[in-house]
């Protein structure tokens, strides 16, 4: 897993450090709710021009893990062969 905050858009470190520190204890908080299969490089890249608050970056973070489950998710027994009678 990789955090990107740009010097761009933000000059101060303080601020960028404040975003990275949010972005990864919301993804440690809600990592365990991933069911992908196999392993993932992750790169998260903040792009919002505001320094949002650490329960709006939660919640985007909880869209991004059920998008990742929905691309990428383990298949369900009902999706897999079928099985021999």
Avoid: C
């Amino acid at each position: 897993m990789m955090v990107s905050v740009p010097k761009k858009s933000f000059k101060r470190a303080v601020k960028r450090n404040l975003l990275k520190r949010r972005i990864r204890e919301s993804w440690r908080r809600q990592k365990h709710l991933l069911t992908a299969e196999g392993n993932l490089d992750i790169l998260f890249m903040y792009s919002v021009k505001d320094v949002l608050s650490y329960d709006e970056i939660y919640a985007a973070m909880g869209q991004i893990i059920e998008a990742l489950n929905v691309r990428f998710g383990a298949k369900s027994p009902a999706e897999g062969t079928p099985e021999e009678v």
